[in-house]
């Protein structure tokens, strides 16, 4: 009797947990080079942007010029205040825009030293730095492209489905994430609408929007392709788009690394170098 009540009140085993193949060596190849590239292409911009930090739209754009987004600094004295200002709103941000602390004193300077390459003022330096991890980056993104075209990686992993944008699907994702509700078991196999669609955006929006105005602020460039300048709407416009993208991108980047770490950050990097993700087996769990 003891036996059978033992039996009928045991604890269910837990759920059986099994590995898939969730990303291609490829794939995951070109992601860690798309870390580094974007990493040092970011922090060498940023040294590039102090040169002359404001930005204009149009072909021509002057320190004297009305400029629609400025990192700028004042100076009272000794005392100097950083301030952001965009259009006629301003924003002191002292100590980490406009100026920051380099060798223990205050300085004008847009970005601080700690997030440029080189932590000291050098425009032709940073210019090398990001002109190499350009082309490293446009390089990677083409072979990217190409196995995703090729392979059937965009039509297979990250086309949606009818069902996938349905509206109240998109809603349902959305009200998910927001109460960290994460796919589980068979769903985690794939690629959630949210991130279908984001992806997408990233991959055939904003990366050629900042790769094209990239090409369109090269003096060299314009003269072989001036096609470029009328699609920007000249070369200042240009500099506003690839600094807008820029930032949109690193917007992407801090929240896909939040939805990494809340929904898994082991089983997500681990997916990321060996390819091997962890999910519950559902059939098995009941």
């Known amino acids: 009797m003891t036996s059978i009540e033992q039996i009928g009140t045991a604890p269910p085993p837990p759920p059986a947990k099994i590995f898939i193949r969730r990303h291609s060596a490829l794939t995951r190849i070109t992601h860690w080079i798309n870390v580094l590239c974007l990493t040092l292409l970011l922090m060498s911009g940023m040294q590039i942007f102090n040169a002359d930090p404001q930005l204009h739209w149009g072909n021509y754009g002057a320190v004297e010029d009305p400029s629609w987004f400025e990192i700028a600094s004042n100076q009272d004295g000794d005392n100097i205040t950083g301030i952001v200002r965009i259009g006629r709103l301003s924003i002191t941000t002292t100590g980490i825009l406009g100026a920051s602390t380099a060798d223990g004193e205050m300085m004008p300077r847009a970005f601080p030293a700690w997030a440029t390459i080189p932590s000291y003022q050098d425009l032709a330096t940073g210019r090398r730095w990001h002109f190499f991890f350009a082309w490293l980056f446009v390089i990677n993104g083409l072979v990217y492209m190409a196995y995703g075209l090729i ?10 489905t009818a069902r996938d944008i349905a509206p109240r699907n998109i809603w349902h994702e959305i009200k998910d994430h927001a109460r960290l509700r994460f796919p589980q078991g068979e769903k985690a196999r794939r690629y959630n609408a949210l991130q279908k669609l984001t992806y997408l955006i990233v991959i055939f929006v904003l990366l050629p929007l900042m790769i094209g105005s990239g090409l369109t602020m090269s003096p060299a460039i ?7 300048l009328d699609i920007f709407g000249g070369r200042q416009s240009a500099r506003s788009i690839h600094f807008i993208t820029a930032w949109s991108l690193v917007a992407f980047v801090v929240v896909h690394i939040a939805m990494v770490i809340l929904s898994g950050l082991w089983n997500n990097m681990r997916s990321m170098v060996t390819g091997r993700y962890a999910i519950i087996n559902e059939e098995t769990d009941r």
């Open 151 to 160: 392979g059937g990686h965009f039509r297979r992993d990250l086309a949606p």
């Open 222 to 228: 314009d003269a072989g392709y001036p096609f470029l």
